[in-house]
Every structure is written in structure tokens, then in C-alpha cells.
């Protein structure tokens, strides 16, 4: 199956908005029984987690897993920090790439692939505010010109 293809639990719409993003890598989550069950109801929230590398480990910070409702003394903590499965090569590639100055590592989607959780980070660089304006203008063209036409098609 290609990489961001599965069963998606979860998408950060805001990611596309807030940066330019140049690459993508699929990575696994390590989750503990009750996060697992969780993410497969889809009570999972990826809008203000980032990713970081810290001492040659990915770890994607602030992903809120709502507690299980069956789950009682075992139950996790909603925000704690977990850690991304990736190729030692990648992880080198992201260590130089997020050290030069504007870039960030941002989860795009959630999905389940092969009965496996796995997370699209995406390499961003943030966007300006005029650049945030321009893409506004630019939807909001694309949905003027698509309407026009639909008009013109009745």
C-alpha cells in the first residue's frame, strides 16, 4: 500500500495553512493498549502536535488520545509524548533538515494501515503572513471561478 494510504482516523487541516510543506514520511507510533483502542474509535486529536528529534529519537509532542472509557487503572495520559518509528537514515536527513531555520515537523494524518497505526509527518517551513493572505485569495478565486461556471452550466 503507498505511504499516507489507509484507513485515515485523523487529518490537521491546519498544517497546510500554517506551512509550505516539502516533504512527507510515514512513520509508526509506539501506544500502549488502551491509546491503540482509542484511535480506532477516532477520538484522537493531531490539531496542535508538532514532531521532535531529541537525542536521535522522533517523538511527536502534545497528540491528545482521549482516554479509554473501559480501559481503568491501565489507562494512559492523553498528551504524553510518544515516540515515531523511523529509518536511521531518515532520522539523520530530518536532523540536518530541522536545524536550518524555519523548518518544523508536523503530523498531516492518522491513519490505520494494515491493522498498524501509523502518522504522515510532514517537513514544513512556516509561512508569512502574506503568504497565509495569498493562498486565501487564491481559494477563494478558485471558488468564485468553479461557481461561475456551475452557474453558466444550468
Known sequence: MPKGKGN???????????YFIEETYEAGIVLQ??????????RINIKDSHARI????VK?????????????RYNHDPT??????LHRKEIDKLIGLTQQQGYALVPLKIYIK??????????GKGK???????????????RDVDRAI?????
Open 60 to 72: 511527536l509532542i502534545n497528540l491528545h488520545i482521549a482516554t479509554y472509557e473501559q480501559g481503568n
Open 54 to 57: 531529541d537525542r536521535g529519537e
Open 114 to 123: 494494515n491493522g498498524v497505526a501509523k502518522v504522515l509527518i510532514g517537513l
Open 8 to 18: 485515515e482516523i485523523a487529518k490537521n487541516r491546519r498544517a497546510s495553512h500554517d
Open 150 to 154: 456551475k452557474d453558466n452550466m444550468r
Open 80 to 85: 504524553r509524548t510518544r515516540k515515531l518509528l
Open 33 to 42: 493498549g488502551t491509546e491503540i483502542k482509542s484511535i480506532r474509535a477516532g
Open 128 to 142: 508569512k503572513k502574506y503568504d497565509k493572505r495569498e493562498d486565501l485569495k487564491r481559494k477563494q478565486m478558485k
